[in-house]
């Protein structure tokens, strides 16, 4: 079956960057479009980026764009989110997910931005 993990995430200071990570398996990888998605506290859930099966399409929230950067290693089976001058507004639960933004998702992972 379809198992997203999602190891990282962290603490860090306005301005600053992390590196999330999913680790996929249970499904073609490489033919599958992957999504990330975050949840802040006391919100819903909204789409953050998202990038077709080949890595070379990829999709941004106006709120992240030019800041995060989304990329797919199909070799390694592996979603990434590259996240830059990090804001206090982007602390949230992030997941990754399959095929939507609403589609499977991984257990998720915190990143949280303070000083």
């Known amino acids: 079956q379809v198992q997203l993990v999602e190891p990282g995430g962290g603490l860090v200071q306005p301005g600053g960057s992390l590196r999330l990570s999913c680790a996929a398996s249970?499904?073609?990888?490489?033919?599958?479009?992957m999504y990330w998605v975050r949840q802040a506290p006391g919100k819903g859930l909204e789409w953050v980026s998202h990038?077709?099966?080949?890595?070379?399409?990829?999709y941004y929230a106006d709120f992240v764009k030019g800041r995060f950067t989304i990329s797919k290693d199909n070799a390694k089976n592996t979603l990434y989110l590259q996240m830059n001058r990090l804001k206090s507004e982007d602390t949230a639960e992030y997941y990754c997910?399959?095929?939507?933004?609403?589609?499977?998702r991984g257990q998720g992972t915190q990143g949280t931005v303070s000083s």
């Open positions: 249970g499904f073609t990888f490489s033919g599958s479009r």
């Open positions: 997910a399959k095929g939507s933004w609403n589609g499977p």
């Open positions: 990038i077709r099966s080949g890595g070379g399409i990829l």
